[in-house]
C-alpha cells in the first residue's frame, strides 16, 4: 500500500513541478529553468544526505554498468522535455502522454528484461490496459 501511495504522491508531484518549472521558463530560459531546478534538486539531497545515513558517496565508483550513473543526465532532459510539453500542450494533456509514454518505455524495459530489471512474459493484459490508456488520451482531447 506504501508503494501505491509514494507513486501518487510522485505522479502529483510531477504534475505540480512541471507547471512551476514553465513558469520558471517564461522569466528565464528552458535550460536557465531546468539548470536551476536540477541545482536545487542536488542541493535538497545534499541536505538531506547530511540529516539522514550518509551513504558513503564513494559507493558511486562502484556502480556497474558505468551508464547507470546518467540518471542526473537523463534528469536534465526530462525536466527540459516536461517544460516544453506542458507550454506546448497544457498540464493535462502533457501529463496524460507522458504517463503512456512512462507506461509504455516501463512495460518495453520488464518485457524484454533491460538494464538489468528481472525479464517478465508478455501479457495481453498489460497491452490492453496500454491501449485503454491511449484512448483515454483520445477521448480527453475530444
Known amino acids: 500500500m506504501i508503494g501505491v501511495m509514494v507513486a501518487l504522491l510522485s505522479g502529483a508531484l510531477m504534475s505540480v513541478q512541471?507547471?512551476?518549472n514553465t513558469q520558471v521558463t517564461k522569466?528565464?530560459?528552458v535550460w536557465v529553468a531546468a539548470g536551476f531546478v536540477q541545482l536545487t534538486a542536488f542541493l535538497t539531497c545534499a541536505a538531506a544526505w547530511l540529516f539522514t545515513g550518509r551513504?558513503?558517496?564513494a559507493a558511486l565508483l562502484e556502480v556497474q554498468p558505468r551508464?547507470?550513473?546518467l540518471g542526473g543526465v537523463i534528469g536534465a532532459f526530462i525536466t527540459y522535455t516536461v517544460i516544453e510539453a506542458m507550454d506546448s500542450l497544457g498540464p493535462?494533456?502533457?501529463a496524460m502522454l507522458i504517463v503512456v509514454a512512462q507506461l509504455a518505455v516501463a512495460?518495453?524495459?520488464e518485457l524484454f528484461g533491460l538494464f538489468g530489471v528481472?525479464?517478465?512474459s508478455f501479457s495481453w493484459h498489460r497491452l490492453l490496459g496500454m491501449g485503454l490508456a491511449i484512448a483515454g488520451i483520445v477521448i480527453f482531447k475530444w
Do not use: K, N, W
Open 55 to 57: 551513504g558513503p558517496v
Open 107 to 109: 512495460y518495453g524495459i
Open 18 to 20: 512541471g507547471v512551476f
Open 118 to 120: 528481472e525479464r517478465v
Open 27 to 29: 522569466a528565464s530560459s
Open 67 to 69: 551508464y547507470m550513473l
Open 92 to 94: 493535462a494533456r502533457a
